[in-house]
Nanobody, 115 residues
Framework: QVQLVESGGGLVQPGGSLRLSCAASGSIGSIFVMGWYRQAPGKQRELVAVITSGGSTNYADSVKGRFTISRDGAKNTVYLEMNSLKPEDTAVYYC?????????WGQGTQVTVSS
């Protein structure tokens, strides 16, 4: 059973930076997509950024140029470097893993961008 453990959320001022981490325990296989979604109050959960086992990445238009997703294969860990944060980035950020068979979600970590 795979578990995803997120860390790195918090309160930051507009223009600031945060780095989220998501560590996957257990076997995740060799073909997968891992990434981050977010959900703001009153809104639907949306894709932020994902990275494939082959290293391809995809970003929401709203975060392109500001956020960078990366992966450490040896640690089964995905990172989300968030720069130039805006108040509209405030949300609960969820780590997601899509395997060939099965999907997993993390418990979520709060990111608040406010002065």
């Amino acid at each position: 059973q795979v578990q995803l453990v997120e860390s790195g959320g918090g309160l930051v001022q507009p223009g600031g930076s945060l780095r989220l981490s998501c560590a996957a325990s257990g076997s995740i296989g060799s073909i997968f997509v891992m990434g981050w979604y977010r959900q703001a109050p009153g809104k639907q959960r949306e894709l932020v950024a994902v990275i494939t086992s082959g290293g391809s990445t995809n970003y929401a238009d709203s975060v392109k140029g500001r956020f960078t997703i990366s992966r450490d294969g040896a640690k089964n860990t995905v990172y989300l470097e968030m720069n130039s944060l805006k108040p509209e980035d405030t949300a609960v950020y969820y780590c997601h893993l899509q395997k060939l068979v099965g999907t997993n979600w993390g418990q979520g970590t709060q990111v608040t961008v406010s002065s």
